[in-house]
């Protein structure tokens, strides 16, 4: 085989000592010839693993992966679409109902980090800060305040700052860095019907509200309610933009010292406690005064006030503006209560209020009792044979006595219970003109050890965390309300990619305790220490 002979060209760059040059094939850039309509097509086909690989190839490209249409087709086809009814009736409600309330609520939503957050909660996959709010150990701290009420921190989140009541050190809010930026102290007593000095008692509510036009010049404003165990409650407003500090505009002072507020919601001009007594006192507010280039809240009127002598604990306050009528509002407390001798069943109240006319409705629904979990089979009255004659024989299908839930969680149409053998049960609310019912409940497992407290959203989002504190679990329940109980999940919260817990140095003499709620964002936790007391912050972005 004969060799190629070298060119002038090539010899001369040998005999300079110069590299020789690299000859580069011919190709053609297929994809710079498209058009950015045809790419983003081709984009929303790809997964979001794929499209994060082609967010680095140019800027171009960088731009075009991150466009919002193709996140949310994304979101839709994982998130959405699984968990719609396979009736293509209920199918197609579901999609229109989805439709318009991305539309309402998130029309310039940023879809890309709305999946991002999704998968993170699906996934469990979360970053863990702290808010050091007490230096005080935690033997000092502890304290009755009467009533069997024992001493301790409220603590409520909105957006990416939190709020915390207590006895000693007042209202007081952080932001996310855990720095310190706003405080008041509470009211101490007042003036009874009688002319005597009577102490409003310490904190023992908290309830967080975003009021419009509340301001004289229109803004939004923040509207925070604290609740005390001698009965009363005072109002605070702050901008919601900073919370620089808080603005007193209302106390609530009864004639004489009352059992302590549990459970507080507003809506102006409505303000519903209620008491460990288990009473709700309805509050309608007057039109309100201009004092100082401010608008104060007027004085408060009882309109009503209803006590049961028959429901458990425990109980779910909740608050909702009505879709087809914008000024009314329901009021809605779902309880447990017995069931004839044995048995239990969970129960909701709902009120309506008119601001003209007061209470205008009131209704009750329940569901039916659910049998001991040791019984393998519910036994039929039918089926049922009696050994000795009676008078009076009734057989719901359980013989044991089932214990009431542990926790109660309510928000329109997502009831959540929690009990004693480390399930969940949800239940659906339907709420139409012409009836209140109660769906039948699912039994959710997951828990290894007994749950302390549960939370859901409207959404269906929920959060269960258990007795020792060692277990957070994050549920998704919205196929459930669309007739899909098969997808029903839950996962247990993962700090960073492969741990389950927080650090060691951080576990080490602490253990985490009260649960405080959450959002889409966040799951909030007390965590206390032998040197003080901090809140643990999960965040999912």
């Known amino acids: ?4 002979r070298l ?4 010899d001369h760059s040998q005999a300079a000592g110069l590299p020789r040059k690299r000859q580069h094939l011919a190709t053609s850039d297929y994809f710079s010839r498209l058009s950015d309509e045809a790419l983003l097509l081709i984009f929303s086909y790809l997964s979001s693993g794929d499209l994060t690989a082609c967010a680095s190839v140019s800027k171009s490209w960088n731009t075009l992966s991150s466009d919002s249409l193709v996140w949310k087709r994304l979101f839709y086809s994982h998130f959405v679409e699984p968990r719609l009814p396979k009736r293509l009736g209920l199918r197609r409600q579901a999609e229109d109902q989805w439709c318009c309330r991305t539309r309402e609520h998130e029309p310039d939503s940023h879809w890309k980090s709305l999946y991002r957050l999704r998968y993170n909660w699906h996934r469990g996959r979360c970053s863990i800060g702290r808010v050091n709010v007490s230096s005080l150990p935690s033997d000092k701290r502890s304290g009755s305040l009467g009533g069997g009420l024992e001493q301790s921190m409220i603590v409520r989140f909105r957006g990416r700052s939190i709020f915390t009541v207590d006895d000693d050190s007042g209202l007081r809010a ?10 008041v102290a509470m009211p101490r007593t007042y003036m009874d019907e009688y002319g005597r000095e009577t102490a409003y008692g310490a904190p023992s509510a908290l309830h967080i509200h975003t009021q419009d036009n509340i301001s004289c010049d229109g803004r ?10 001698g009965g009363g409650y005072a109002l605070y407003t702050t901008a919601l933009d900073k919370y620089s500090n808080f603005d007193l505009r209302y106390t609530h002072s009864p004639p004489s010292r009352q059992p302590a507020v549990t459970a507080i919601v507003y809506e102006y001009p409505f303000l519903v406690t209620l008491a460990r007594d288990q009473r709700m006192n309805i509050y309608q507010f007057q039109e309100s005064d201009v004092q100082g280039g401010n608008k104060f809240l007027a004085a408060a009127n009882l309109i009503s006030s209803l006590k049961s002598q028959t429901i458990h604990g ?7 503006k009505a879709v087809a009528q914008s000024e009314h509002v329901f009021v809605t407390i779902a309880y447990s209560h017995p069931f004839l001798t044995s048995g239990w069943t969970v129960g909701i109240q709902e009120i309506e209020l008119d601001p003209l006319r007061g209470v205008v409705n009131l209704r009750t629904a329940s569901s039916l009792p659910k049998e001991s979990p040791m019984i393998s089979s519910s036994r039929s009255l039918r089926s049922r044979k009696p050994q000795s004659p009676a008078l009076f024989e009734l057989d719901f299908g359980f013989t044991e006595t089932v214990s009431p839930p542990t926790s109660l969680s309510y928000s329109h149409p997502f009831l959540l219970s929690s009990h004693t053998d480390n ?6 609310v339907k709420s139409t003109d012409l009836e209140l019912s109660i769906s039948e409940g699912k039994r959710l497992w997951g828990h290894g050890s007994g749950i302390a407290g549960v939370e859901v959203k409207d959404r269906g989002k929920a959060v269960s965390i258990s007795c ?30 492969d741990k389950v817990s927080p650090p060691e140095e951080e576990a080490e003499g602490a253990k985490l305790g009260k649960f405080f709620g959450f959002d889409d964002e966040k799951v909030v936790v007390e965590q206390e220490k032998k040197q003080g007391r901090a809140i643990i912050v999960y965040d999912f972005t």
């Open 1 to 4: 085989m004969t060799k190629r």
């Open 7 to 10: 060119s002038s060209a090539d």
């Open 174 to 183: 952080w932001d996310a860095g855990g720095d310190l930026t706003a405080t």
């Open 220 to 229: 939004s404003e923040l509207t925070i309610i604290v609740g005390f165990t």
């Open 314 to 320: 425990p109980t779910s306050l909740s608050m909702r």
């Open 423 to 428: 399930t969940l049960i949800s239940y659906i």
């Open 468 to 497: 020792n504190g060692h277990e957070i679990r994050v549920w998704d329940l919205e196929s459930y309300r669309f007739g899909r109980d098969d997808s029903v999940q839950s996962v247990k919260l993962r700090i960073g990619e």
